[in-house]
C-alpha cells in the first residue's frame, strides 16, 4: 500500500522556522517527483517545492524562494522541508504528493494532485 505521513507543522510566530517531514512507504521516492503543496482557506492550492531525485531537479515557487529548502533522504524513503523566515501568509495546511511524472508536469498538475496524506498543518502569527 503506498502511503504518505506529513509531520512537523505547527504554530511559530513571523520570523520563526518550522521542517516538515514526508515518510513514504509502498513506493521509492527515488522513482519519482515528489512535494509540497499547501491550501489555504479560501485560497487556491498553491504549489510550494517539488523534488525529483533520479535527475536532482528542484523546483520552487516564487513566494518561498530563498526562504524554503526540499531535500530528500533516500534510506529513509523521506522527504523535508526546511521552512526560514515564515510569514503570516504562509499559514496553510501542507500536503505532500507524488507523481510519476516530470517535475514540470508535477508542477503544472499541482491542484489535479492526488493527496495521500492528511497533510499538517502550519500557522504564522503574526
Known amino acids: 500500500e503506498v502511503e504518505v505521513v506529513e509531520s512537523g507543522g505547527g504554530l511559530v510566530q513571523a520570523g520563526g522556522s518550522l521542517r516538515l517531514s514526508c515518510e513514504a512507504s509502498?513506493?521509492?521516492?527515488?522513482?519519482?517527483?515528489i512535494g509540497w503543496l499547501r491550501q489555504a482557506p479560501g485560497k487556491e492550492r498553491e504549489a510550494v517545492s517539488c523534488?525529483?531525485?533520479?535527475?536532482?531537479?528542484?523546483y520552487y515557487g516564487d513566494s518561498v524562494k530563498g526562504r524554503f529548502t526540499i531535500s530528500s533522504d533516500n534510506a529513509k524513503n523521506a522527504v523535508y522541508l526546511q521552512m526560514n523566515s515564515l510569514k503570516p501568509e504562509d499559514t496553510a495546511i501542507y500536503y505532500c504528493?507524488?507523481?510519476?511524472?516530470?517535475?514540470?508536469?508535477?508542477?503544472?498538475?499541482?491542484?489535479?494532485?492526488?493527496?495521500w496524506g492528511q497533510g499538517t498543518p502550519v500557522t504564522v502569527s503574526s
Open positions: 523534488i525529483r531525485s533520479a535527475d536532482g531537479v528542484i
Open positions: 504528493s507524488v507523481s510519476r511524472t516530470s517535475v514540470d508536469r508535477w508542477w503544472s498538475l499541482v491542484r489535479y494532485l492526488e493527496l
Open positions: 509502498g513506493f521509492s521516492i527515488e522513482d519519482v517527483t
